[in-house]
C-alpha cells in the first residue's frame, strides 16, 4: 500500500512538472487545454518561429511576423500598426472578437463610447465587454509576450460554444509587446548566451545582462511610469488607443524577482489612491478568484494583496483605475532567462509562459462572467463623476514661455481632455495670464476625474508606504502658473485641437544691422543657443537685467551681434528667422547698443562657448538618469552627446569635450577615474552631477559639502512592523518649495523667485556660508504635494539642492536631484542647461 501510495504521488508530480528536458523543448500541450480543439488551417506558433515558445526567447520582428500571419489566416483578427518606436520598431495592435462583431465594429465601438459620455442610462445587456491585454512593458520580462504567441494562437485557432461565446461577447485589443526595443535587445542577449544543455546556475552570463539590460526602451526609460505623463512614443499610441475605445479592463502582464510565485491584483489595499472608487477594487478581487480558479488547475503558487499597489496613476495597472476601467498587474517570478534554480526548484522559461497564458485565459473568463457588471460600473464611474465635476475651470500657463505651456497642454489633448485657448489676457489672483500663452480647462467633461488626478496637491496619505512616486501634480512638474478657481468664460468657445495658437506671430521677423535679443524663458531657447553656437555664431548672455526701447530684459537674454560673424547680415537674419518659425523663440532686432542699465558693449553680457558634452553611462550609473539626459539633449534639444561608458573613461581623450555629466552612481568610480576627472576639471571642465555622485565628489574636494542626516529611533515597533517603519522614512517621489536668486546664473530664464522641485533621494545639502552660493534653497515649509515623514521634512528645511564651485580653472556643479525626472518634469529643466551653457559665469 505504501509503495502505491508513493508511485502516485511521483506520477502527480512528473504530470504537474514535466523532465527538465521537455520544458527546455516543451510541446504545444505543454500550455493549450487538453478539451479545446483548434483550427488546423491555422498556423502554430512553431510552424512559422520554427520552434515552440518557450525553447528560445522570441525576437519582436518574429512576433511580429507571428502576429501578421494570423491576421491573414484568421477572420477573427485584424491587425494594425498605429506607429513606430524609437528604433522603428512597429507598434502592433491586434483587434480580436467575433467575425460579425468585425463587420459591425465601428458601430460597437461608438455604442461603447456612449458609457463614458451619457448620463448612466444605457441598457448594457447586449453589449460586448472590451478588454485591453498587454504584454511585456519591460522588455526582460519576456513571459507575457512569449505568451502572447499562445495566447493569439487560442484565440484565433480554438473552437467549441465556449470560444465562440466569448468572441461574441468580447472585443480584445491585443497588445503583444508594450516594448519592443527592450524586448528585441533582451531576446538577443539570453538567446546568443544559451547553452545546449541549459545551466540553472544564476551565476551564467545568460542571467547577468550587460548595462543597461532590457528592461527599458531606446533611451532607457521605464515605461510603465509614462502612462500619465505619455512622453514616449510608445506610450502615445498606447493610449490614443486607450481612449478610442475606453476598454473595460486592461492587464499588464510582468515578471518580479526568481524566488517568487505569481502575483494578481488588488494591491495592499491601504495603498489604494483615495480617487479610485471602492468598486473597483471589489470587481478586480472577484476577478482574481478567476485567476487563482485557472492557477490552481495547473498547481500554480500565487498571491494577492501583497507588495504592490494602485496609487501612482502612470502605472499600467492603474492608470485604467482613474479612467472607469479595471486595471490588473500580473506578476510572474522570473527566469530572466531559460531556467535558474531558485527557493521553489528550478524555475523554466516554458513554466513562466504557461503562468502568463492562463492568466490571460482567466482574464477572459472573467470578462465575459461579470461582463454587464463591469459595463454597468464603467457606465456608473462617468455618470457620478460629471456629478462631481461641477462648473468652472482650471486656467494654467507661463506668460514667458509658451513652449512649455504647450507641451502641459499637449499631455491633456493626449488623453482626450478638453482645453480651450484663452480669448483675452487675465489676472488671477495676481498672476497674469496672457493671450497664446495660457490654457482653460473645463471642469465638467468627461475625464474629470483624470484632470482632478493630475491637477491635484495632496499631502495626507492613509499609508507611509509607496511603491511609486506619491506625487505628480502637473502645473507643478511643469512651473506653471494655475488656478482651479477659474471662469470658463475666459476660455474660447471651441476646444483647442492643436497648440498654439500664436502661429502668426513667430512668422514675422525684422532684421537689423546692429544685433539681436533673444529672451531666455521659452523652453526651447537652449536648443536655439547650441544651433546658433554651432554655426560659429558668437552669442552672449547678459549677467544683469537692463532696458531698452520700452522693453525690459530680464537675466540671462541672449545677444547676438551682427558684426564680425561667420553670416553676412542677410543670411544671419535669414538663419535667425527659421530658428524663430521653428522653434517659437522670439528675436527681437535692435538698431543700438545703448540701453537702460548695462549696455550692449558691456563686459557684463558674456560670450558663450559651444557645449561639447560627454555623458558618463555603463555599470556604476543609473540607466534611467542617463537615458533622462541623453532623451533630454537629444530629443528636445538637439544637442550632441557622446556616452562614455565608465569602465572605459581611462582611454578617453577627455580634452576633445568641455562638459562631462555624471548620472546617479551606485558607489564611487576607480580612484584612477576620479584623478583624471580632476585633471580634466583643472584644465577648465565643466563637471556636472547627480543624485549620489555628489558623495564621492565631496569626499573628493572637487565639490566640498556638508550633509545633513536625520536620525529616527525605533521605539514600540515589532519585528513584523520594522519594514513599514523603516520605509516610512523614504522619499518616495514628492514635490517641494525652493527659494530662487534669479541673479545666479542657475536661476537664468525662471520669472519667479519661488520654483517646485521633484525629490525622491535623501541626500541633505547644507548651505553655504556665503548666502551668494545658494541661488536654490528650500524654504522653511518646502512640502508642496507627496509623502516625506515629519523627521526628514525637518532635515530638508533650508537645506540646497545645487551647489557650484571652481576647480582650477574648471567648475563643479552638484544637483541633490534628478532635474529631468521620466521626461515630464519639463519645469527643471533649463537648469541642466543653464549648467551646461552658463558654468564659466557662475
Not at 809 to 838: C, E, H, P
Amino acid at each position: 500500500m505504501y509503495r502505491i501510495f508513493i508511485i502516485v504521488i511521483c506520477f502527480a508530480f512528473a504530470k504537474a512538472l514535466p523532465a527538465q528536458s521537455s520544458l527546455n523543448n516543451p510541446s504545444l500541450s505543454y500550455y493549450l487545454p487538453s478539451d479545446i480543439t483548434y483550427d488546423e488551417s491555422i498556423s502554430t506558433p512553431e510552424e512559422v518561429l520554427g520552434y515552440v515558445p518557450g525553447k528560445w526567447h522570441v525576437t519582436h520582428d518574429k512576433l511580429v511576423e507571428y502576429m501578421r500571419v494570423l491576421a491573414r489566416q484568421s477572420d477573427r483578427i485584424t491587425i494594425e500598426n498605429r506607429g513606430t518606436t524609437y528604433e522603428d520598431r512597429p507598434l502592433i495592435l491586434l483587434t480580436i472578437t467575433a467575425p460579425q462583431n468585425h463587420a459591425n465594429l465601428d458601430a460597437i465601438q461608438a455604442n461603447h463610447l456612449k458609457l463614458s459620455e451619457g448620463n448612466g442610462s444605457m441598457n448594457t445587456s447586449d453589449m460586448p465587454i472590451v478588454v485591453y491585454q498587454g504584454f511585456s512593458i519591460h522588455g526582460n520580462e519576456a513571459s507575457g509576450s512569449n505568451a502572447a504567441l499562445l495566447l493569439a494562437y487560442h484565440l484565433a485557432a480554438g473552437q467549441g460554444d465556449a470560444m465562440d461565446e466569448l468572441l461574441s461577447n468580447a472585443v480584445i485589443l491585443f497588445d503583444p509587446c508594450f516594448n519592443p526595443d527592450g524586448l528585441q535587445r533582451f531576446a538577443g542577449w539570453v538567446n546568443q548566451h544559451k547553452s545546449n544543455h541549459v545551466n540553472p546556475d544564476s551565476y551564467d552570463r545568460e542571467y547577468d545582462e550587460a548595462w543597461p539590460g532590457g528592461r527599458t526602451n531606446h533611451y532607457w526609460f521605464d515605461m510603465n511610469r509614462d502612462w500619465l505623463p505619455v512622453q514616449l512614443p510608445e506610450s502615445q499610441a498606447r493610449i490614443e488607443t486607450f481612449h478610442k475605445w475606453m476598454p473595460n479592463i486592461l492587464t499588464d502582464h510582468h515578471e518580479m524577482g526568481t524566488n517568487a510565485t505569481f502575483f494578481f491584483q488588488p494591491g495592499i489595499p491601504s495603498r489604494t489612491h483615495p480617487l479610485t472608487p471602492a468598486m473597483n477594487q471589489q470587481l478586480t478581487r472577484e476577478i482574481g478568484n478567476y485567476h487563482a480558479a485557472e492557477l490552481d488547475k495547473i498547481g500554480s503558487l500565487y498571491y494577492t494583496e501583497e507588495s504592490y499597489d494602485d496609487f501612482y496613476y502612470g502605472k499600467g495597472s492603474t492608470f485604467p483605475d482613474i479612467n472607469g476601467s479595471i486595471g490588473i498587474l500580473f506578476e510572474q517570478a522570473s527566469s530572466r532567462g531559460h531556467a535558474q534554480n531558485s527557493d521553489n526548484g528550478v524555475l523554466t522559461f516554458p513554466f513562466t509562459i504557461r503562468n502568463q497564458y492562463t492568466a490571460g485565459i482567466s482574464t477572459l473568463k472573467a470578462a465575459v462572467s461579470m461582463r454587464k457588471t463591469i459595463l454597468d460600473y464603467h457606465q456608473d464611474f462617468y455618470s457620478k463623476a460629471r456629478k462631481e465635476a461641477g462648473n468652472g475651470a482650471i486656467i494654467f500657463g507661463d506668460h514667458t514661455d509658451a513652449g512649455r505651456t504647450d507641451a502641459l497642454a499637449k499631455i491633456l489633448m493626449r488623453h482626450h481632455i478638453e482645453v480651450r485657448g484663452l480669448k483675452n489676457d487675465v489676472t488671477k489672483n495676481g498672476k497674469i495670464y496672457k493671450k497664446d500663452y495660457a490654457y482653460v480647462v473645463p471642469k465638467n467633461q468627461k475625464n474629470s476625474r483624470l484632470i482632478k488626478a493630475m491637477f491635484e496637491k495632496r499631502t495626507t496619505f492613509q499609508d507611509s508606504l509607496f511603491y511609486d512616486i506619491s506625487a505628480w501634480t502637473f502645473p507643478l512638474a511643469f512651473d506653471m502658473d494655475y488656478d482651479e478657481n477659474a471662469s470658463l468664460s475666459d476660455g474660447s468657445n471651441s476646444k483647442t485641437t492643436n497648440t498654439p495658437n500664436q502661429v502668426n506671430k513667430f512668422q514675422v521677423f525684422n532684421s537689423s544691422n546692429y544685433a539681436y535679443l533673444m529672451p531666455w524663458n521659452e523652453y526651447l531657447t537652449p536648443k536655439v543657443l547650441q544651433k546658433i553656437l554651432s554655426k560659429e555664431l558668437r552669442a552672449k548672455v547678459a549677467m544683469e537685467q537692463f532696458s531698452m526701447n520700452g522693453v525690459n530684459y530680464d537675466y540671462g537674454t541672449i545677444l547676438i551681434p551682427v558684426q564680425n560673424q561667420t553670416l553676412n547680415n542677410q543670411d544671419l537674419g535669414i538663419f535667425l528667422s527659421k530658428l524663430q518659425s521653428e522653434n517659437k523663440v522670439m528675436f527681437t532686432p535692435v538698431n543700438s547698443g545703448l540701453t537702460t542699465g548695462i549696455d550692449l558693449g558691456s563686459r557684463q553680457f558674456r560670450a558663450l562657448k559651444q557645449p561639447k558634452i560627454a555623458l558618463l553611462i555603463g555599470d556604476g550609473i543609473n540607466p534611467y538618469d542617463a537615458g533622462e539626459i541623453w532623451h533630454l539633449l537629444d530629443q528636445r534639444y538637439d544637442i550632441p552627446v557622446t556616452k562614455i561608458d565608465l569602465t572605459d573613461i581611462n582611454r578617453k581623450d577627455l580634452s576633445r569635450y568641455n562638459t562631462i555629466i555624471v548620472p546617479n552612481t551606485y558607489g564611487s568610480p576607480e580612484n584612477e577615474v576620479i584623478d583624471q576627472l580632476k585633471e580634466w576639471t583643472r584644465a577648465g571642465g565643466t563637471l556636472i552631477g547627480y543624485r549620489s555622485a555628489l558623495r564621492w565628489m565631496s569626499t573628493s574636494k572637487m565639490l566640498p559639502l556638508e550633509f545633513a542626516t536625520s536620525s529616527v529611533e525605533a521605539k514600540n515597533v515589532s519585528f513584523e512592523e520594522r519594514s513599514s517603519f523603516y520605509g516610512a522614512q523614504n522619499i518616495g517621489g514628492a514635490i517641494f518649495e525652493t527659494k530662487l536668486d534669479r541673479s545666479h546664473p542657475i536661476a537664468f530664464g525662471y520669472k519667479d523667485d519661488q520654483l517646485p522641485m521633484f525629490r525622491n533621494t535623501s541626500i541633505f545639502v547644507k548651505p553655504a556660508k556665503e548666502s551668494f552660493r545658494n541661488p536654490i534653497q528650500y524654504t522653511n515649509h518646502p512640502l508642496m504635494s507627496g509623502y516625506i515623514s515629519e523627521e526628514k521634512l525637518e532635515v530638508l528645511k533650508g537645506t540646497v539642492p545645487f551647489q557650484h564651485r571652481n576647480y582650477g580653472r574648471g567648475d563643479v556643479i552638484g544637483f541633490t536631484d534628478n532635474t529631468q525626472f521620466r521626461a515630464f518634469w519639463y519645469g527643471t529643466n533649463k537648469l541642466l542647461m543653464n549648467a551646461i551653457f552658463f558654468a564659466e559665469q557662475m
